[in-house]
């Protein structure tokens, strides 16, 4: 199964900074259809888990614009251009390429 | 307003089995795969399997394949997840989710399963 990694795990920010969260796939998650099957959810405190970004860069509906994402086939970032208090949750990268989907050990992003 | 809405919490025991349902509303659960993710505490999200449209039509993560069993009812628009052999490790919130454009668009809001003698 394809193995995802995320870096750092714990990532204290200051509202109004940007952020930053890496992933790493151990396979290539660029699809022949030109697409990259990764995705980025977010579980808010006491939430289920909430799709914040799909297919490498798209924003999900209703997701504001300063979450931006992109990424090569193995390398993918999550950021956050100025965090505000609403972001604070634990960030997971998952790959929807092939089954088993899997999922990265999540970022956890709080206010200092 | 797209939702899922699944059942409430279960205490078993080892050994024995949990059935979770998940009722969909605002569109029919047959267009799209329904996925199960579950949570252990503390821990990340784990994926268990799907359930598509045809009979039989499903996919298994191959760690749960001997023990696990999804199924659907196009009547009561719902998804159920049956898993048996219950152990200690298998405690966790369960979700089911929406599988649209690649992504899992919509969660249910989570089943608490607790396995203890």
């Known amino acids: 199964e394809i193995v995802m990694t995320q870096s750092p795990l714990s990532l204290p920010v200051t509202p109004g900074e940007p952020a930053s969260i890496s992933c790493r796939s151990s396979q290539n998650l660029l699809h022949s259809n030109g697409n990259k099957y990764l995705d980025w959810y977010v579980q808010k405190p006491g939430q289920s888990p909430q799709l914040v970004i799909y297919?490498?860069?798209k924003r999900a509906s209703g997701v504001p614009d300063r979450f931006t994402a992109s990424g090569s086939g193995t390398d993918f970032t999550l950021k956050i251009s100025r965090v505000e208090a609403e972001d604070v949750g634990v960030y997971y990268c998952?790959?929807?390429?092939?089954?088993?989907?899997?999922f990265g050990p999540g970022t956890k992003v709080d206010i200092k | 307003q797209v939702q899922l809405v699944q059942s409430g919490a279960e205490m078993k025991k080892p050994g024995t089995s949990v059935k979770l349902s998940c009722k969909a509303s605002?569109?029919?659960?047959?267009?799209?795969?329904l996925h199960w993710v579950r949570q252990a505490p503390g821990q990340s999200l784990e994926w268990l399997g799907w359930?598509?449209?045809?009979?039989?039509?499903?996919k298994y993560s191959p760690k749960f394949q001997d023990r696990i069993t999804i199924t659907a009812s196009t009547s009561a628009n719902s998804a159920y997840m049956e898993l048996s052999s219950l152990r200690s490790e298998d405690t966790a919130v369960y979700y089911c989710a929406r599988h649209l454009s690649a992504a899992l668009d919509i969660w249910g809001q989570g089943t608490v399963v607790t396995v203890s003698s």
């Open positions: 605002g569109y029919t659960l047959s267009f799209n795969t």
């Open positions: 998952m790959q929807a390429l092939e089954t088993p989907f899997t």
């Open positions: 359930i598509g449209a045809g009979p039989g039509d499903t």
């Open positions: 297919l490498g860069s």
